[in-house]
């Protein structure tokens, strides 16, 4: 850093920084004002065909309708929010947003690939955006339940992604141009279970094509040897009845149906166009798949899992391997 000359004017910098912070506050003040709102779709009647969140309230999205060349291009997103894989885990997540459509806040802003704002979202400003609120805890999914007397869990995913489309095909989806089938995390990991159903829904008049953010997640071991996304996918497989919805050709190719949750072993065999976007150093897939807690009982790894840029050298190369 180059030394401070003597006489220069504190005055003067004082007044840049006003300017810079005037400028900032106004941006601020203008990014708040023009932030886009969307309220929340109930869909009632899917009730009646079983889709329902797992508390048993019905699935929701929020829907901002596009308008001049996008009127007939639709963007939909699946939220995300991980998973539940056993009855304590999802009872819990059932009393809470994650779980329940009555617990949700009912009013989205939409920002990033949802925005209206051309200069935030270039691409599909203007398209029909639509939100899909997650509720299953299985990656839209699930088609079973589990009963304790008198408490109910429901994992309806698959039916609640039928539901929202049947619904959204009466509002203009059915007469769709362009379709882009998109999520994040666990939501993006739902985009390879619906990516070709979508299109053979739509038919071939609809130019489909999906995005994966940050849901490639991996079959892998972790550093001590163990794999434990396999233990959670095939419990979460099992209970909330998701293989009779997965991939078929994946599943005639493996022994182990439940493998065809993970994206590596899906994707070949989606024949839609497929985008993935993912971190190198995925934060979740570092911290709980590949040096989880159970795997680091010394805290060897901790410095690098808060800081990438503190990892050794071997740190590095275990991570690139």
Known sequence: ??????????????????????????????????????????????????????????????????????????????????????????????????????????????????????????????????????????????????????????????????????????????????????????????TFFHCDSLKERLGGATTVKCLSDAGFFLDLTDISGNNNMRKFFSSLVSLQGVQKNLNKDCQNSTDCPYMCFFPQYALPDIRTPYFILNSAYDVYQFHHIFVPPSSDPGGQWSRCKMDPGACSTSQIATLQD
């Open 1 to 190: 850093m180059a030394p401070r000359r003597r006489g220069a004017c504190p005055a003067a910098a004082v007044f840049v920084a006003a300017v810079v912070a005037v400028g900032f506050a106004a941006e601020a003040a203008d990014m708040v004002q023009e932030r886009l709102t969307v309220g929340m779709t109930i869909v009632a009647d899917a009730a009646s065909t079983g889709a329902v969140c797992l508390d048993g309230s019905p699935p929701a999205y929020h829907l901002h309708r596009g308008s001049g060349a996008g009127a007939r291009s639709w963007l939909l997103q699946f939220e995300g929010g991980g998973w539940c894989n056993d009855v304590r885990s999802c009872t819990e997540r059932a009393g809470t947003r994650r779980g329940s459509t009555r617990l949700m806040t009912k009013v989205e802003v939409f920002s990033g690939i949802l925005s209206n704002r051309p200069s935030m979202n270039p691409d599909f400003y203007n398209w029909n955006r639509v939100k899909l609120r997650y509720c299953d805890g299985g990656s839209f999914s699930g088609d079973s339940e589990y009963k304790n007397g008198s408490s109910v869990l429901y994992f309806r995913g698959q039916r609640i992604w039928d539901a929202i489309i049947t619904d959204l095909l009466q509002k203009g989806l059915a007469k769709a141009k362009n379709v882009l089938l998109s999520g994040c995390s666990a939501g993006g990991l739902a």
